[in-house]
């Protein structure tokens, strides 16, 4: 199977309010940075890994100087094999680049955009400390388009602060509006340190998020809902790359923070700009972790039923069909799950309570 690259760039102009990535609000010390992640690259020379899906994630890649990432990419291509096809995405945040940054991610290979729009209410955007308005996130689509990009991301959270289905609903006409090809749409999560809880905003309850999410379903009708939180139209392919993470398939993650699973093993790298370069200067391999057979399955079961595809009942340990067959049967009639020849997968309803029906499966 092929595997995906991911790199981790970890720099951000400014942290946004509700962010648990891995990231700096400073951009100096780049270029010592991207040495080590080219170092630890070159460990992979000679093994001529197939490979058709690149991601540079972050923090915000397009803060980075544009001529590291097509050089990460040359890199890339000369030590990994690449299929012709290879999906290669770019995450963006409007008023982070301009035409000639764009000039240079097309010609070094990007085809694919992932840019961050989170609410069309730029009173919300500013609770959330995004450092744009909906104005200008537009202007930055329209860039995007000009240069000639035809496959475009856009993120939106729903569940933000004081929303309510009026304020979700201008965002989604907003983004049906514009047209773009995929659409991830993610129920807003805060852990304790959050700067957002500090604020005393007043956030929906349970069942406010849960109206949320159905009115995203609702207004998306027009998308394939493939996955618990991604959207793509029916006449495009969903994200190469994010599918090899839910269908357990081989990726390697290069920089601070990043993941891989790869020969059945998943590691980490540190999740510190610093710790990060001296460990690849001092040649440390982060510790590997073969993942055993009890939790294959656990992940099968996780990552499968969080897409469209769900899981087939050939993938799971003998007796597990028969042992959770009542439960299996009383989530059908519920209405969160449907029973095929070949397994079983969530629906809408289903994908929202996912954690629950999991926990009673696994
Ligand atoms: S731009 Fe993205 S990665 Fe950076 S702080 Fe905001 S949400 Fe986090």
Redesign the pocket.
Known sequence: MNAGLYFHIPY?????D????Y?V?RTDGQKIYFEAVRKEMEGYRGKRIAVDSVFFG???PSVADPMELAALLEQAREIFSFSSDTEITI?L?PKTFHREKLLIYCNSGVNRISM?L?SANNDELSKL???HTKEEFLSSYELLREVGFSNINTDIIYGLPDSDLHSLERTLSFLRELDCEHISAYALTLNDNSPMYRRGYRFPDDDGVYEQYRLVCEMLSGYRHYEISNFVKQSESPCRHNLKYWQRAPYLGFGAAAHSFFEGCRWSNPEDIHCYVQGIQQEIQPEKEKVSQEDSFSETMMLSLRTDKGVKYADLPQGFYEKNRKLLEQFEASGYLTMGENGFRLTEAGFFVSNSILTALL
């Not at 509700?18 to 990535?21: A, E, I, R, S």
């Open positions: 951000c102009v400014k942290k946004c509700y962010c648990d990535f990231s609000n972050g923090g915000t995450e945040n961050g989170q400390g995004r450092i």
